[in-house]
């Protein structure tokens, strides 16, 4: 309930559109939605956008240090988007990074999809920053994870890091093709991949 | 500054709204007789388009009848409406920069709405010099104390322009409702749906005319749909329908010929500046949402320099 009003909200206020470059897959296969990351409204934007059949069964990750804080934060990302908190790994220690993705793995079972910002944090310019490696270690746990990018165009202007309130002005949120983690290929060209195909939506 | 009262209609604007109703009609059986003729896959999209044009043509002269039928109130929320959607359209497609936030924020929740109220007001003084003058002298300081001086002239022009053509210039349809002309019996109402009625008929059927005859561009680079052919045929039959609309107006037919020709040539200014700006940017439509017309300032854009000329003549000579 909560949560539809607010994707809803969330979606009025970017004013976005959804497009699918190709068709949106069977609901039940686990994917893993990765995006690029400029605003708060991120997630609640790829999540608004999703087949209600996917939506029921999403869950975003979220940073602990920001929607951990505060009870009104704590409670929108753990009651009512059921978001998986994490410690962030550039912040802390290998352990940490590690436990992190158990956490995830945990979090996913066998039949929840997430939702990520590789970037690992919010880009203040708008330009995609370098992928954090926990994209990669998750797929090696779990290499049938089918990774779909998604392109997030213009939030950096609605919302800007730093900033309290949206400027209403029009976004796209821009599905790509599912991806998946090669046999044997290695960790930055994995990266790399992954990245390109998020870049390539832009002008999709 | 006197509140605005409603439910309005009177008999004027239920024959104007009977007559619309009476075009979709005629449109819709006109568009289901080409749909069944075309053949070649272009001339089927184009009557997809068409018809996808009719449709929307319905669902926004209900929205539009519903509103003036309502009197004030109702069209002014109509149009801060598409004041807002319009901005919005606007400014995602121009180049403002990181440090434009706070300006824009400005844009968005403080003028607009401003203008809005002072047009529910009817308070003329202020509504005819908010942005043009307010807007004008605050917005820079407030970007320059962002401290970002690349394409500084560049960027506040361009959020003052938006707040002029798509805040300032659409809210002067509503405050139509502040004139009050002796002996006419058409109403506030009535002189702005005069306004929108012939401004939409001259996009209409200047894009048929252009359609059927268009040949030769006026604007090639601009906008190779706006042809000789369209443009001389469209305004030509809007005035002469505008002309014959005068018992609909306080116009002796002379001067509804002339008001007419000024909506028409203003609504193609309108049309074909916006172009520009889309060209420039390198888009065709504004938005999607409306089906088949683009976003909602592709359909005001025949309104933008209209509605102010339109406004400020009929107040020169009419209002006393």
Redesign the interface.
Known sequence: MIERALARLARMIA?A?VRWTVPPGAPEVQRVYFGNHTSHLDFILIWSALPPAARVHTRPIAGADYWGRGRMRRYLATKVFHAVLIERAAKSAPSTARESIDAIADAMGSGTSIIVFPEGTRS??GTLLPFKSGLYHLCQRKPALELVPVYLD?M??IL?KG?V?P????SRVVFGAPLHLEPGEEKPAFLGRMRDALLALRDA | MTALSLPYINPILARLMAGVVGLLIIGTIVGAVLARRATSETGKATVANLNARIRAWWVMVAVFAIAVATGGVGSIILFAAMSFLALREFMTLTQTSRADHGVLLWAFFIFAPIQYVLVWMQWYGLFAILIPVYAFVTLPGRMALSGDTTRFLERSATVQWGLMACVYCVSYAPALLMLVVPDYAGGRTGLLFYLVLIAQLNDVLQYTFGKLFGKRPIAPTVSPNKTWEGFIGGTLTTVAIGTALWWATPFPPLVAAAMSLVITLMGFAGGLTMSAIKRDRGVKDYGTLIEGHGGVLDRVDSLLFAAPVYFHLIRFFYVP
Not at chain 1, 167 to 170: G, I, K, S
């Open positions: 004013g559109s203040r310019d213009n950096t202007r800007p900033e309130l400027v209403p002005m029009l």
